[in-house]
């Protein structure tokens, strides 16, 4: 076979030699005898030129190079020169392809849109308004209609590039502690979160559920000593809140651990995980970072190397003295959150903080209540730039009082009545934590919206492509 070479491997080293790349065409332009092209790969890009002049270019080969529509792929020949002065706006900006072939192996259609309007920041265009010129920008409708296209985009690219990173220093953290990845069922017989955001379907027949957690499976996993456990997973919620943040269908990554004495040994385990999963993502998706930057500016994420815990107390007394009017045993809303992010952000110089013991009456009903005052709960949720992106708690493990706060809480006994005989047989005390991959990488990267960090998403009103 021959040999191929990425684009980003196209580096003045090779000056000389014959090189055989595929790859997209980004932009084309003819200009009398000769053609330019910026092929991409990926988010590598190089200008390769055809001149009539050279032996092997036809005025023909110009002319079908010049016809070829931006984001078909191609098969190009030719050797490598050094330029005099470096190609603006080319990653591989050193060097340029002289071609001597090429050949159109997939021919695109008329696009929606052009993935450099798309790749365009908000920035670049309102600067340009300014200059009295328009530049084209792409509506996020329109960009999830053709999510194959929009995802070719810089930004995007190294979006999903973090978003793996994420799961990988999730994976390598926790199985250093000793954690095994599992895998739970999704298909389920009634709610694993709660009655109402569940997705019904017809199961042979029977009524069945999406999973909107692998909540009563990790643990079950604890009481059949598997030990320590985590899975990365689909997550359904059938909720219909058109927000920034909610999709119908996230990733959920999950983590369950027995404890010996309490709910803070699950968090010493999170602030750890955490920690080295920021460092991790600075050092090793530093490129990505910086590209997500161009088209989204945000700033680095400010995080302690011990992470900040707070009671929720403690947290509603910020919030009281700055002048907020908060109920002390209700939820915090969206906005509520925020400030509170922002209040603690000036006092401790972090955007990353865990907020703990909230109320018993907020919380789900597996959740275990505090010993010293059982109207606050073991439980917390941990924030980034003041949104919640992870929620856990210690669990009830005794089947009477798990028995017991179901019935308080409303919820049909008899359909978790397998979950809760699961501790009937010596359950050992633990917690664990919920986080939503999506939010890790909106907040992470101080975006706007979790479609943003969703491949395809999946929202009250989208289910295709
Ligand atoms: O807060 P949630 O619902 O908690 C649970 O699922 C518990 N079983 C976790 C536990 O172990 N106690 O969900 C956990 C996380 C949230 O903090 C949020 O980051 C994310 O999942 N999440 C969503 N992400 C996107 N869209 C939605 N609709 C989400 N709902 C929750």
Redesign the pocket.
Known sequence: GRTWTAVSALTPELEGQPVLVRARVHTVRGKGKSAFLVLRQATATVQAVLFVDDESVSKGMVKYATALPRESIVDVEGSLKVPAEPIVGCSQSKVELHVTGIKCVSRAAPLPFEVTDAARSAEAVKKAAEAGEVLATVGQDVRLDNRFVDLRTPANQAIFRVQSEVCQLFREALQRQGFIEIHTPKLLSGAS?GGAAVFHFDYMGRPGCLA??P?FYKQMAICSDLGRVYEIGP?F?A?NSYTH???CE?T?L?MEMAICESYHEVLDVLDALFVHMFQGLNERCQHELEVIGEQYPFEPLKFLPKSLRLTFAEGIQMLQEAGYDVDPFGDLNTELERALGKLVKEKYNTEFYMLHRYPLAIRPFYTMPCKDDPRYSCSF?IFIRGE??????QRIHDPALLTERAQVLGLPVETIQSYIDSFKYGAPPHG?????L??VVMLFCGLDN?RKTSMFPRDPKRLTP
């Open positions: 979160e909107q957690s909540q997550v919620r909720e943040r909610h999709l996230f959920g999950d949720d919640e992106i992870i929620s856990g708690a664990g934590a919920g986080v939503g999506e939010r979790i």
